[in-house]
């Protein structure tokens, strides 16, 4: 039997347990446990027929599907890893980052056929017969239908041992400038986060989660499968529409959600009516990360679902879920991201490497926990780079209140997080650079209600004509949506140091104070 801390250990159990009960909603379509549980298997089975072995790594470039699940516990029965894709990225970011990841074979909606197409003959990796594709009517030429690929197979366990020790899956943490950081994360990693947010967050068999997020991303990659795992029932949103939330939320009775603060935002922005005119009691809790809320988003999304339901916390796609702030705290703690939740443990420490204690005193903010990534994918130098001993960081600056309370106040390395996604500046620097007229930029975030951060442009321009619509229009094409700015700023020069080092801390002073918490 394979151990209780693999990913798919949860699915084969609760299958035994009720089969047929439903496991996964989306849309009109749904599979109960044994359904679910079969489809798996058989996506196991057409994995290791087609000569994959254990340890070898497949990617799944998809919107959020009912298939995605099934895709998902599949390679984790075969123990073969995933490599989530984001779904954003353009041909040329998509290619480095299969071909980093040297994954045989790639799941891919039917929508991004012709964008992979681009760049197939750069593909080495994949197998000739291995790009899959779901949901096609007509199936590109050199592409195989996923339903035919996996009917194929049996649907008896694959019979593969998987132990809490191998590989489930490599999640990404940036874009293609420099090196891609792959993070290697253990079935034991997953399994192990899962049963402590269900302890944390009270789920178990008689909860209905809503997953609104993109699955590719870290945390919901964990909570689409977190209430199968513990024997519920898990609702997916093809589409995250601020109202179709609502909608799902009173016609599935969901219980529970994990959103970004993105997302909140999007539906307190409905307009009272058309938020009130859905049912939304039967929700129990509500879960945040990515970015702080705002204070006015926080209230809002009380008034709307009531007090005793909102969650936040600190995380990484490394080292998964670190803090979190209980709905008692909520308004007394504004943009605080909490305390240490059960298995691990927090620090701050200042450059030269000692510990920062006191309240307010800020430090670069690492983590030592039982459910820690296994390094970067072929990359030891950034893997050497995070680590201190045990101690991880994710170059977030924080700082402790009187009680203990974390707040994080910026990010060592002046990534941006919008709407849940990390941006690097420096890649977006990069494209608009060899803008015809702009003669130089610096890219930082700015306070945004919605995203968090927004992504700004500030840009010293060649020509007096050039717009802000220019600027971002540009970037098309280039870099994924998300990554383009939201805002474009002039100014006659950029601060730089001595050496031509962007003074960033500058430029953010006339956006953001500091440390701020309102």
């Known amino acids: 039997m394979n151990s209780v801390l693999t990913v798919h250990y949860g699915l084969e159990f609760f299958t035994r347990r009720h089969p047929q009960k439903t496991a996964v909603i989306c849309g009109e379509r749904r599979l109960t446990f044994d359904e679910l549980n079969r489809r798996a298997n058989r996506v196991a089975n057409a994995l290791l027929g087609t000569g994959l072995s254990k340890g070898d790594r497949v990617a799944a470039l998809l919107d959020n599907c009912l298939e995605y699940p099934e895709i998902i516990y599949g390679c ?28 045989q074979l790639l799941f891919l909606g039917d929508r991004f056929a012709e964008m992979i197409s681009e760049v197939r003959a750069d593909l080495p990796h994949i197998q000739s017969d291995g790009f899959v594709v779901l949901g096609a009517e007509t199936l590109p030429e050199g592409y195989v239908s996923y339903e035919e690929w996996a009917r194929a197979a049996p ?14 899956y490599v999640g990404y943490t940036s874009g293609t400038t420099g090196e891609p950081k792959g993070a290697v994360l ?17 789920i178990g068999e008689e909860n209905v989660d809503l997953t609104a997020g993109a699955i590719y991303h870290a945390a919901p990659i964990i909570f689409v499968l977190l209430a199968i795992n513990v024997g519920g029932t898990t609702v997916i949103l093809e589409q995250s529409n601020p109202e179709e939330i609502l909608r799902s939320i009173e016609q599935h009775k969901v219980t529970n959600a994990f959103m970004a603060p993105t997302m909140f935002h999007t539906i307190n922005s409905l307009p009272k009516w058309i938020r009130e005119r859905y049912d939304v009691s039967s929700v129990q809790t509500l ?30 796609t490394e080292a998964g879920w670190n803090t979190n702030l209980r709905p008692a705290d909520q308004l007394r703690k504004l943009r605080s991201c909490g305390k240490p939740v059960i298995g691990w ?21 690492f983590v030592r926990g039982e459910y820690m990534f296994d390094g970067y994918l072929k990359n030891p130098g950034a893997t050497e780079e995070a680590f201190r001993d045990e101690w991880f960081s994710a170059g977030d600056l924080g700082q402790y209140d009187d009680e203990g309370y974390l707040y994080v106040v910026g990010r060592k390395k002046d990534m941006i997080v919008t709407g849940g996604s990390n941006v690097y500046p420096e890649e977006v620097e990069d494209c608009l650079a060899s803008h015809p007229k702009v003669a130089d930029v610096a890219v930082i975030g700015t306070p945004d209600d919605k995203w968090g951060e927004a992504v700004t442009a500030v840009v010293v321009p060649k020509e007096d004509s050039v717009t802000p619509e ?21 100014e006659d020069e950029i601060p730089r140091n001595p050496s031509g080092k962007i003074l960033k801390n500058v430029l953010r002073e006339r956006y953001w104070a500091a440390g701020s918490r309102t």
């Open 345 to 365: 443990e927090v620090k701050l420490l200042d450059l030269d490497g000692r510990e920062v204690t006191g309240q307010d005193k800020v430090g670069e903010i």
């Open 287 to 316: 879960i945040s990360a990515g970015a702080s809320l705002s204070s006015k988003d926080k209230e809002d999304t009380i008034a709307l679902f009531g007090e005793g339901v909102l969650h936040e916390f600190y995380g990484s």
């Open 186 to 202: 253990s079935q034991r990693s997953r399994g192990l986060i899962q049963l402590a947010m269900a302890v944390e967050y009270q």
């Open 470 to 490: 220019e600027v971002i229009s540009f970037c098309e094409g280039e870099i994924a949506g998300y990554k383009k700015p939201k805002r474009v700023e002039f």
């Open 155 to 168: 649907e008896e366990h694959p019979g593969v041992e998987v132990g809490e020790e191998d590989v489930f």
């Open 76 to 103: 984790s029965k075969a123990g073969i890893v995933l490599v989530p894709l984001n779904f954003r990225l353009v041909a040329r970011e998509a290619q480095a980052l299969l071909e980093h990841s040297e994954a």
